[in-house]
């Protein structure tokens, strides 16, 4: 199919793309910068490790957002001026890889959130579960994984250029490596993180519950209001998979019919970029300390401000 067939959705499809990423890559690098430089002036900040794995929520959804932002700018060009090709070999397939990693990485992340909640309800008594050098060796181990695990799909004709959207996509066709990416970029992540919150949910509601004697009323507390990040984590995760879902129906599509509709990977792209946008707002409701973050520093600012009008008015 030409693209000069569907060019004014395509351009609508691309432009609502290029506007989600930009001010999901916005939120992202605000929401970055308040958390790392509250991490490296305060060093005894009590929500240190929880705002840690939220930065790196964040540096995900920047990741896959930056890369959407350059994908779908490039492909406006090609819809808007009629270019024959816009396709540069391997470099495309790899930016593809990149992206699919992106993917993986925003839900690996929110999975790491879900089991530090877990340790510090389940194992609230072993500190090193909690302590802030464990999660950054935790966090490295993630990026590692996600990495490692899509370098299959790479080698083995998983991304193929396409003509009609300018920019390299997931080869359908190519069911083994379909089947792969699904099971490990969407389905394992999920599967733990739910598994971490019915299980702490157990621990917690059973009626000889040795969990809730040994703490004292502060973790009590505390844990039941983990319980509650937990279960909001994994509705993020369901909001996630709103783009795993026109994957599916188009993947059996194919296999019945052996056909792939012309508006397939602008859909998926949308939804998943609406979807990012929205778990990076949702993300500030979840965890409540980046928002109080977020008014102590506009306060802050605040006060500087008036404190340095002061100062002027003094010396006029």
């Known amino acids: 199919m030409n693209s000069s067939t569907y060019q004014l959705p395509n351009i609508l499809i691309d432009c609502s793309i290029i506007t989600f990423s930009a001010i999901t890559i916005c939120i992202s ?31 995900s959804l920047f990741f896959f957002s930056a890369l959407a932002l350059e994908q779908f700018v490039r492909a406006y060009l090609g819809h808007r001026y009629l270019i024959v090709s816009l396709s540069d070999g391997i470099y495309c397939q790899f ?14 992340s929110n999975t790491l959130q879900g089991i530090y909640r877990l340790c510090r309800i389940v194992f609230h008594t072993k500190q090193v579960l909690q302590s802030f050098h464990f999660y950054m060796k935790m966090i490295v181990i993630q990026w590692i994984l996600c990495f490692t ?27 083994p490596v379909t089947f792969f990416n699904g099971t490990f970029s969407y389905s394992l992540p999920l599967e733990v993180t ?12 059973r009626r000889d519950n040795n969990l809730l004697q040994t703490m004292s009323r502060i973790q009590e ?29 188009l993947f059996c599509i194919y296999i019945g019919t052996g056909y792939v509709p012309w508006w397939s990977s602008q859909v998926q792209w949308l939804v998943l970029s609406f ?31 008036q404190t340095t009008v002061q100062i002027i008015m003094r010396v006029m």
């Open 29 to 59: 690098l605000a929401i970055l910068q308040l958390i790392l430089s509250e991490l490296l002036e305060r060093k005894n900040f009590p929500h240190r490790v929880a705002s840690l794995l939220t930065a790196n929520v964040y540096l």
């Open 95 to 108: 930016r593809c890889y990149l992206q699919w990693v992106s993917i993986c990485g925003i839900m690996y």
């Open 221 to 249: 507390m505390n844990a039941r209001r983990d319980l509650v990040v937990l279960f909001r984590i994994c509705i993020i995760h369901g909001l996630l998979l709103v783009f795993f879902a026109p994957s599916t129906i």
């Open 149 to 175: 695990i899509l370098i299959p799909s790479f080698f083995l004709d998983g991304y193929k250029y396409s003509v009609e959207n300018y920019y390299c996509e997931s080869n359908y066709r190519n069911i």
């Open 275 to 305: 979807s990012t946008t929205c778990v990076s707002v949702l993300l500030l409701f979840v965890s409540p300390y980046v928002r109080e973050l977020w008014i102590k520093r506009f306060h802050r600012q605040h006060r500087h401000d």
């Open 194 to 205: 739910t598994t971490c919150y019915v299980y702490t949910w157990r621990k917690m509601h």
